[in-house]
């Protein structure tokens, strides 16, 4: 029997020391190969951009120009993750892009207000719309699909009341929300953007001092921890990639978008709220098993309402970078919004069936989705075969996330 | 050909590995042409991937061995192949659809049909010979969804026969029966054999083997132990299976207690629940319970007479409509209309259906353990992600859960680890009465000792324990006092000491109109 006396020696040992690195790199890097494979995803897709165009794919203001281009689709897809999580989908946002982004240009043009309290209000009437909604959603019952398919027509229907015609002429400082970048308040050096490199530094350093921090506690509490090579490695790349970025956008005409600032603390914002917060948990909670949650003492009603009022809210937000990024109210604004947002969670890792997915994940979705638009662009490829090469990527991430679980099974 | 006296079925030598795993280690089964072979095993011995082998959901090539069937060595490599020789296997959840008519789910896939247009005169006509056969006197037109779990366990046995059934494997087919559905399905059993069908049932439930099956082989860790002969000279008992299941004496399946009862915690009274779907039925009636602190109660009762009903209306009116009654706690009357309110009230339901109402399958073991009552780690709103990982690995200690560490993820875990990630989940809510729902349905032998010892430990630290099981042995093994549910009432409560499998059964199939106390 010597197999049964293999098997129960690492018992009779003392428990495995955790506090050294838990376990090797290769053992560690298998278990998060998905969460780092979309990223090497765009990293290739933007290699290969940047062969096939010539370099000009990185070209500073290129960089510039993606992230205020595609602002509008992390903005949602952020709030379109939390949704899908919880096991609901919401197919309206493009139209209340529209809608919002009219009553913005409205109180701005007609109601004569200041622009920053048009933005206010405009983020407050998002906020309204996403209590119909979740009033729908979560207190009738009403399946969600149903709910923000009726939103899709109702929102775009009263998007076109409002406008009439296109509202053009906002005040500039409306329009820099999106077109605008941060002035160079610091100065340059040589020729880089001061304040773009004070911000690249800054977020380097507390993205450094929080996974030191974390690693500490790990460590303190006598918890396993990555291997130090991981750890270590995620550092240097993140400081190499941190800092290809900061020098990009500081060489780049204007330095750092407004709208990157907004999105930043967005995503800092909701990550958190989603890892750290019981409202985040909830969610998670939810959409991995709806019953067991409710049996848990999960307030799924009010976690569901409060889940589409927070996506009106950053409809809201969209409404305006839309409205600004235009320099006018359209009625027909935000089309097919909701499926850029809904592509990039799919492809950002989110589940189908809900309980899983992350905001990083997303964001790096909508980036993949953004740079396969910029880079097709410069390539000069028909408008109707970018369609086809997008649609096929977004079945391909799905498949392959499908085909990785299957397999892990 | 093959004689009468050849075994119907050889597997020789059955070796399956999957990837770090060995399932299936060198096993041999023998099944005699014309019995009922039982074969048993702890859960994750290597039952049902022994079944797989053979009904070619693992194809030929992908395990090691030979399947010899009626004299020849047979290559199965779909299920397909096998029931073209007459080897059917019914899987324990039934595969059944459920808007299709009983007729349409016997054929599916083997339809009555020329040319592709279905034959419904013989499609109907056949379904009732069969359905004749099995003892079912449903209208082959019924949908599925329409008729109980029982029955709709014939119409699989039903759909067997259709495909000229020779050799019929039965996963765990009464788990889900109530006793009076078990008896009939075993009686079938027998009535098949009488035609010359061979039957394999793998089962837990140890009184219907010896009931059955004239041999039983037993299957630990992936290895072939023994087969017996039940009508062998020397009679084999429960506790013979046992020992060879486990590979060791259980010298009692209970661990000894002696409880230390303090004051009452809970208290219902006139407590009535009707049916949220249909208000005019009543389904706990007028039900009176106490618990003390230190105590274990059990509540005993049949399918259908109000158990879990009952658990669940007092757990926040988590089931029911139109509750009525007063609730003490403590001896104060409270109202607790929501299952946060009844956490935050110290009351715990740990449910009978840990996969669907119990756990997160998709998340891990330290989330599922924080999920009930996370505010005693938040501070300000922010989860303390370190105190949850030391707390949640402090019960994964104290309970002896097999995982490498608190991240690994619960679907992945066997039953009996489930179960106590389970009952962490509602220690952690740090309860004063935990009502637990068949705590060790679904569980092998000796993870139900382990999580009796930690219902015993939970008492022992003054709490008051509710258990309701199906099992009456368990119940007189663990309880204190017992209370019999029958119909929606309770019909009658028995302190340990008087109550024996026989009083119990009397209350819990008390009629309505001979209610006394």
């Not at chain 1, 955790?18 to 990293?43: E, F, P, R, T, V």
């Not at chain 1, 919004?337 to 309980?355: K, P, Q, W």
């Not at chain 2, 061995?65 to 959840?93: L, N």
């Not at chain 2, 083997?110 to 379904?127: D, L, S």
Request: net charge neutral.
């Amino acid at each position: 029997m010597s197999a049964t006396t293999t098997l129960e020696q690492p018992k009779a040992q003392p428990e495995p020391s955790k506090k050294s690195d838990g376990g090797s790199l290769k053992a560690y890097l298998g278990q998060n190969i998905q969460q780092y494979g979309m990223i090497a995803a765009l990293l290739v897709i933007v290699a290969y951009f940047q062969w096939s165009t010539d370099g000009l794919m990185l070209n500073p203001d290129n960089i510039a120009a993606l992230i205020q281009q595609n602002a509008y689709v992390f903005v949602l897809t952020i709030g379109m993750v939390m949704v899908i999580v919880a096991g609901h989908i919401d197919l309206s946002v493009g139209s209340v892009v529209a809608f919002v982004g009219g009553i913005c240009a409205v109180l701005i043009t007609d109601f004569e207000l200041s622009w920053p309290i048009a933005v206010a209000i405009s983020i407050v009437i998002g906020g309204l719309v996403g209590c119909w909604q979740g009033f729908w959603v979560a207190y009738a019952g009403i399946p969600a699909f149903i709910v923000t398919l009726g939103g899709m027509l109702l929102f775009r229907g009263l998007a076109i009341v409002i406008l009439e015609q296109t509202i053009a002429g906002l005040p500039s400082g409306f329009n820099d929300i999106s077109n605008g970048s941060l002035p160079a308040s610091l100065g340059y050096l040589g020729n880089l953007d001061g304040i773009t490199v004070f911000i690249g530094v800054f977020a380097f350093a507390g993205l450094t001092i929080a996974q030191l921090r974390a690693r500490r506690e790990l460590t303190k509490l006598d918890l396993r921890t990555e291997p130090f090579a991981a750890f270590a490695g995620k550092l240097v790349l993140s400081a190499v990639a941190i800092g290809a970025i900061t020098y990009l956008l500081a060489s780049s005409a204007g330095g750092t978008p407004i709208v990157l600032v907004i999105v930043g603390v967005l995503v800092l914002i909701y990550t958190f709220l989603m890892n750290n917060t019981i409202f985040g948990r909830h969610i998670y909670a939810m959409g991995g098993n709806l019953p067991a949650a409710m049996l848990s003492g999960v307030k799924t009603k009010r976690v569901n309402f409060l889940i589409f009022v927070n996506m009106g809210l950053l409809a809201g937000v969209a409404a305006v970078i839309t409205t600004s990024r235009a320099g006018a109210g359209i009625a027909a604004a935000g089309t097919n919004y909701e499926l850029d947002a809904i592509a990039a969670a799919f492809i950002g890792g989110t589940s189908v069936n809900g309980g899983i997915g992350k905001i990083t994940g997303a964001i790096t979705g909508a980036l993949i989705m953004g740079v396969l638009n910029m880079g097709l662009s410069i390539m000069g490829t028909d408008p109707a075969y970018q369609q086809v090469i997008k649609g096929l990527v977004l079945i391909a991430a799905v498949a392959l996330d499908i085909l990785n679980k299957r397999r892990g099974k | 050909m093959a004689n009468d006296t050849t075994p119907i079925l050889e597997m020789r030598g059955i070796t399956k590995t999957f990837p770090g795993v060995k399932a299936l280690s060198d096993v041999t089964l023998s099944v005699a042409r014309g019995e009922v072979h039982a074969i048993c095993g702890e859960n994750g011995a290597g039952k049902s991937t022994l079944m797989k082998v053979l009904s070619g959901v693992y194809p030929h090539g992908s395990y090691d061995g030979d399947i010899v069937f009626e004299g020849e060595t047979c290559r199965f490599k779909t299920t397909r192949d096998s029931e073209e020789r007459g080897i059917v296997i019914i899987h324990q959840e039934l595969a059944l659809s459920p808007y299709l008519s009983i007729a349409e789910n016997i054929f599916l896939g083997n339809e009555r049909a020329r040319g592709g247009v279905v034959n419904w005169a013989q499609t109907n006509k056949q379904a009732a010979d069969l359905l004749a056969r099995v003892g079912l006197d449903e209208s082959p037109d019924t949908r599925i969804q329409d008729i109980g779990v029982g029955k709709q366990q014939l119409v699989e046995i039903a759909k067997a026969l259709s495909k000229k059934v020779k050799l019929l494997i039965l996963d765990e087919p009464t788990a889900a029966l109530n006793d009076e559905d078990s008896a009939h399905l075993l009686d079938l059993i027998r009535h098949l054999k009488g035609q010359g069908i061979t039957s394999i049932i793998i089962s837990h439930k140890l009184n219907e083997i010896a009931a059955i099956a004239d041999s039983t082989t037993i299957i630990r860790d992936g290895q072939s132990i023994e087969t017996m002969d039940m009508h062998g000279a020397e009679p084999v008992t429960e506790e013979r299976i046992i020992r060879a299941m486990v590979g060791r004496d259980l010298e009692n399946r209970y661990p000894a207690h002696t409880p230390t009862i303090g004051e009452e915690v809970l208290r219902i009274e006139n407590w009535t629940v009707h049916h949220p779907a249909d208000r005019s039925r009543v389904v706990v009636d007028n039900a009176d319970l106490n618990v003390r602190g230190g105590e274990i109660v059990g509540i005993a009762g049949l399918m259908g007479a109000g158990r879990t009903e009952l658990a669940m209306s007092i757990f926040g009116r988590s089931w029911g409509a139109d509750i009525s009654g007063k609730l003490f706690l403590h001896g104060k009357q409270v109202s607790i209309k929501t299952v946060d309110a009844a956490i935050e009230h110290g009351i715990a339901y740990a449910t009978e259906d840990r996969k669907h109402y119990g756990l997160n399958l998709i998340d891990d073991i330290k989330r599922n353990t924080s999920a009930a009552k996370l505010q005693r780690i938040t501070k300000g709103g922010v989860v303390d992600a370190g105190r949850e990982v030391v707390m949640a690995e402090q019960f994964r200690k104290d309970m002896k859960t097999k995982a490498n560490s608190v991240d690994v993820v619960v679907g992945k875990l066997s039953g009996g680890n489930q179960q106590k990630v389970v009952l962490a989940k509602w220690l952690f809510a740090e309860p004063e009465v935990l009502i637990l729902d068949e705590p060790t349905r679904g569980i092998d032998v000796g993870a139900k000792y382990e999580i009796y010892e930690i219902i015993n430990k939970l008492a022992d630290s003054g709490k008051a324990v509710i258990v309701i099981s199906s099992e009456l042995p368990e119940l007189l093994g663990i309880c204190d006092r017992i209370y019999a549910m029958s119909q929606g009432r309770i019909t009658g409560q028995l302190p340990r000491a008087e109550a024996s499998q026989e009083s119990l059964m009397r209350y819990m199939t008390m009629e309505k109109s001979g209610a006394t106390r």
